[in-house]
């Protein structure tokens, strides 16, 4: 038997695109939509089509043109949201729509005003619908990991019934930890019947730095679907990032037995645009795809990946896309990367002439953040005699 797959969800187009800062225009969103295929994303969630008339015409643009993943269209448990995705998806080569339900007591008696048992009528009533117009009908109860874990089993069950083939367990707030919703998944698994022909899906926020790995554990504990964002952008603090949580499964690669459709190389030029596109990019720390990433100042550390990226990188630039590793030359910078950089600037200097030029180097970095090539040219240069 092969390797089990885990699916790539993406919702930068959905989740991301709905935080502030984020919102696209139907082009933008085409043209990230594309990009997206480019990388590989099993489902590309598109929007919420009952939301408006330009997230309707954005999914339908993006439904005729990107052919490769599956497009969803988010949908409430309600007629005319079903039917108001179901026509957005209209030219979709494979379709899905995703509807939520909230299912803890506190959304179903504060912000719903249903009870229990109307939410499991809502979601059967609903799954049963979508299931006759799109290819695969995914149900979230919104709110999962702070629901009652019977009347969860409970409405999953519904749900399954109805026709769900992906049945996603909501992070919706930020609130589990990992061992957590690793057990809400292995329960889901043992307590529902025929979750066996059911695709798994996690879907986790980062209000508490967890996305990622929750999203591991989740996949860990059984799911085979895993709902992120580019750059983790989306609600509050964000999405689990894909970037992150692909490269994870890359780099440990012995913990996480997986085959999936991204092209990792593509990581990196997704980032970029999706940067381009809204109004702010990651920090630069940012694990994968900040400027900072790859980027080494320290001596031992210029010196050690140098001789050996290994020894402070866990996986290459090249592999997720970066152009190269940046050596940002500053104060605690050696002389292995001055004498590899002025060499990559076409200036081969002798063991004299390289100590000479350190020390200048030494003196300027002292008084400036980073050193730029044009420093380092200019420190080449002969010195004023006044300044010998
Ligand atoms: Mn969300």
Redesign the pocket.
């Given at each position: 038997m092969g390797q089990e797959r885990v699916q790539f969800f993406d919702?930068t187009l959905r989740?991301g695109e709905q935080s502030p800062g984020c919102s696209m225009h139907t082009t933008e969103k085409l043209r990230m939509a594309r990009q997206l295929e480019t990388l590989g994303v099993d489902i590309l969630e598109a929007g919420f089509a009952i939301a408006s008339e330009g997230d309707a015409a954005a999914i339908h643009t993006i439904a005729s043109e990107v052919r490769g993943p599956q497009i969803a269209s988010l949908s409430r448990a309600r007629k005319e949201d079903i039917e108001a995705a179901a026509r957005a998806l209209e030219p979709a080569r494979s379709s899905r729509i995703h509807i939520f339900l909230a299912s803890s007591d506190i959304h179903l008696e504060y912000k719903l005003k249903i009870t229990r048992e109307q939410a499991l009528e809502q979601a059967d009533a609903a799954v049963r619908l979508a299931a006759q117009l799109v290819d695969t009908v995914e149900f979230s109860p919104e709110d999962a990991t702070r629901t009652d874990v019977d009347f969860l089993c409970k409405i999953v069950g519904v749900a399954v019934n109805a026709g769900a083939t992906v049945i996603n367990l909501?992070d919706?707030v930020g609130y589990t930890i990992p061992q957590e919703y690793a057990a809400l998944f292995r329960t889901l698994r043992q307590r529902v019947p025929g979750m066996e022909k059911v695709t798994l899906s996690c879907?986790c926020?980062d209000d508490l730095g967890m996305a990622v790995a929750n999203s591991l554990a989740a996949i860990e504990a059984g799911a085979r679907q895993v709902?992120c964002t580019i750059n983790g952008i989306?609600?509050r603090a964000g999405?689990g990032a894909l970037e992150e949580i692909a490269a994870a499964m890359h780099v440990r690669a012995d913990k996480f037995p997986f085959t999936h459709g991204l092209h990792l190389e593509q990581l990196y030029p997704t980032s970029q645009l999706l940067s381009r596109t809204i109004s702010y990019g990651p920090s630069p720390n940012k694990a994968i795809v900040g400027s900072n990433a790859f980027a080494h100042e320290a001596g031992i550390h210029q010196h050690g990946v140098l001789s050996n990226p290994l020894c402070y990188e866990i996986i290459t630039p090249a592999a997720v896309g970066v152009p190269s590793n940046r050596m940002v030359l500053g104060k605690h910078s050696g002389r292995h990367a001055l004498a590899h950089r002025l060499t990559e600037l076409g200036h081969s200097l002798d063991r004299d002439a390289l100590e000479e030029v350190y020390q200048r180097f030494i003196h300027l970095a002292d008084r400036k953040k980073a050193v730029y090539d044009q420093d380092l040219l200019a420190l080449l240069a002969p010195m004023p005699a006044a300044q010998t």
């Open positions: 919702t989740d909501p919706t879907h926020h709902e989306g609600e999405n």
